[in-house]
């Protein structure tokens, strides 16, 4: 089998994976174990109002199955709570816990480390203009 051809789309991902591997092992370190499952994926898109369950699957882009699993988890782990939607008697609505609320408030901080951490070693210059150049792409 012949190499794999190197491009950007490859070196996105492995920055992807750099950035994902330092932050997991630093939450998991932090005291959030689930964060280094495969449920800890949904918590980026469960803002600080929440959000029904439904778009929830359509965010984290996993079967209602899946998501129903993952949510079942972190409820009882005490991550998250479900409650009624205010608008839609038949949907649920999820949202973090107190506890739920602690364990962002350290990926925050586990996430500007590590933005410190690659500030340092790229220049701020650099990494502001990588930061500018990856925005750019993002709103295109």
């Known amino acids: 089998m012949s190499e794999l051809p190197d491009h ?7 920055a992807s994976q750099v950035w994902r591997k330092d932050f997991t092992e630093a939450m998991v370190a932090a005291g959030h174990a689930w964060f280094g499952q495969a449920r800890g994926n949904l918590m980026v898109h469960i803002g600080p109002k929440g959000l ?3 778009d929830l ?3 984290a882009r996993l079967t209602k199955q899946a998501v129903q699993q993952f949510v079942d988890e972190l409820v009882a782990d005490g991550i998250l709570m479900r409650g009624p939607d205010p608008t839609d ?3 649920r609505w999820v ?3 107190p506890q739920g609320e602690a364990a962002m408030r350290d ?3 586990i996430k500007a480390e590590i933005e410190t ?6 220049g701020s210059a650099a990494f502001d203009q990588l930061d ?7 709103d295109s």
């Open 132 to 138: 500018a150049l990856l925005r750019q792409v993002i």
């Open 52 to 54: 029904r369950q439904g």
């Open 117 to 122: 951490r690659w500030r340092e070693k790229l």
């Open 89 to 91: 008697a038949r949907a």
């Open 57 to 59: 699957v359509d965010r």
């Open 95 to 97: 949202r973090l816990t």
């Open 8 to 14: 950007i789309g490859w070196t996105l991902w492995r």
């Open 107 to 109: 990926a925050d901080r």
